[in-house]
């Protein structure tokens, strides 16, 4: 079974900027399409960056030119670069496939404060 672990999340102030990464096993990254999601309290999980096995990437409209979304494959690690945070950024971070087919992971929490 493939386990996702998401860390770098924490407390940030608007404007600042933090580093998310995302750890997996076995080998379906390597050969997978994989997402960022987050989700917000009372909101549901929304996807805001994909990346495929090239490095071609495509990021909601929330997020476009703030965020950059990275893998290295021979670590079947995957990052998400966060600059600029805003409030409307906080929510807990999530990664999986971009089918979020995988189980997913217990995130990691992205705190903005204004």
């Known amino acids: 079974q493939v386990q996702l672990v998401e860390s770098g999340g924490g407390l940030v102030q608007a404007g600042g900027s933090l580093r998310l990464s995302c750890a997996t096993s076995g080998s379906i990254f390597r050969y997978s399409t994989m997402g960022w999601y987050r989700q917000a309290p009372g909101k549901q999980r929304e996807l805001v960056a994909t990346?495929?096995?090239?490095?071609?990437?495509v990021y909601s409209d929330s997020v476009k030119g703030r965020f950059t979304i990275s893998r290295d494959n021979t670590k079947n690690t995957m990052y998400l670069q966060m600059n600029n945070l805003k409030p409307e950024d906080t929510a807990v971070y999530y990664c999986?496939?971009?089918?979020?087919?995988?189980?997913w992971g217990q995130g990691t929490q992205v705190t903005v404060s204004a």
């Open positions: 990346i495929t096995t090239g490095g071609y990437t």
């Open positions: 999986n496939l971009r089918t979020g087919a995988l189980s």
